[in-house]
């Protein structure tokens, strides 16, 4: 019997089956005991290699090496973390959004900050602070003249997962830039049904050049759970204080409170924003007692 060995994206797991995207073509799947055995079961958005048989089920052979993995949702692989705020709405809160951006960082995903509703009340502001954060901002609306064609051009390319507080307009921009993805999710929940499996199932979409994570229930709570990144690591996961770590007059710095300390100077000269600075201590007196073994 011929086995043929492909190279595919899984694109989502279903009551023990597994579909691997491979050549435009899916393949449902079963893996191997071997992987649960050492703790690493394939998730969404692995890159595999499957043995497909003339007769009988196709397999997952392996799994190459991840760029990250988010523990919930169970998702590897994201390039692009957009992180969805509106103007009004709700408010916006930038202790949760500079959180997200910081668990981004932290695993190695590219933040981008979305502005919405900008028809309802101006964005700018928002945008601003991102921006001269370092981070990519796009202001989207329902108005014809927004950003949202702009957006999709950056994501080309890219495995991207949207996340946002509920209101935000997750739904309206995913619609608006993608109009063919809730057609062919609203499809296949036609064809999978109600159940269990299916429920707040995390599937990736091929669709117009990139990949996209639909990920139900994907909140800013499941990122601070299971995101935490160590009082250490946090000063690396703000991109705007990197070319000052170093500089302060002790080396121990924790960048809150310290004289001599070369982020809050760069703080007080309008070099970093004040909403920023303020998340990241906020940030630090959450995690500053947590010891490293209990962050595994």
Request: net charge neutral; with cysteine.
């Amino acid at each position: 019997m011929s086995i043929t060995t492909l190279e595919g994206v899984l694109t989502k797991v279903i009551g023990g089956f597994y579909y691997v995207l491979c050549g435009g073509f899916e393949y449902e799947c079963k893996a191997r005991g071997s992987f649960r055995k050492i703790g690493n079961s394939p998730v969404v958005g692995d890159r595999v290699t499957i043995s497909v048989p003339e007769d009988g089920f196709a397999s997952i052979e392996s799994i190459m090496p991840r760029r990250n993995k988010l523990k919930r949702p169970a998702l590897a692989n994201v390039d692009v973390l957009v992180i969805v705020c509106s103007t009004v709405d709700p408010e916006p809160n930038f202790t949760v959004i500079d959180k997200m951006t910081a668990a981004a960082v932290n695993s190695n995903m590219t933040p981008v900050i979305v502005v919405s509703k900008n028809d309802l009340k101006d964005g700018n502001e928002i945008a601003k602070i991102y921006r001269h954060s370092g981070f990519p901002v796009f202001i989207c609306s329902s108005a014809e003249d927004d950003e949202s064609s702009s957006l999709k051009d950056y994501l080309n390319g890219k495995t991207a997962a949207f996340t946002g507080n509920s209101g935000v307009g997750k739904s309206t921009l995913l619609n608006r830039i993608f109009p063919q993805l809730s057609l062919e999710t609203g499809q296949i929940s036609k064809k999978l049904g109600r159940g269990r499996h299916t429920t707040r199932a995390v599937e990736l979409f091929e669709i117009d050049g990139c990949y996209v994570a639909d990920t139900p229930g994907f909140s800013t709570v499941d990122l601070q759970r299971y995101e935490i990144i160590d009082k250490t690591q946090l000063q690396y996961c703000f991109p705007e204080f990197e070319k000052y770590i170093g500089e302060c007059k002790f080396t121990s710095c924790s960048h809150t409170c310290e004289k001599g300390c070369r982020i809050l100077q760069a703080l007080d000269d309008g070099d970093i924003e004040p909403s920023r600075h303020k998340s990241y201590v906020a940030m630090y007196n959450e995690v500053k007692d947590i010891k490293l073994w209990e962050h595994r």
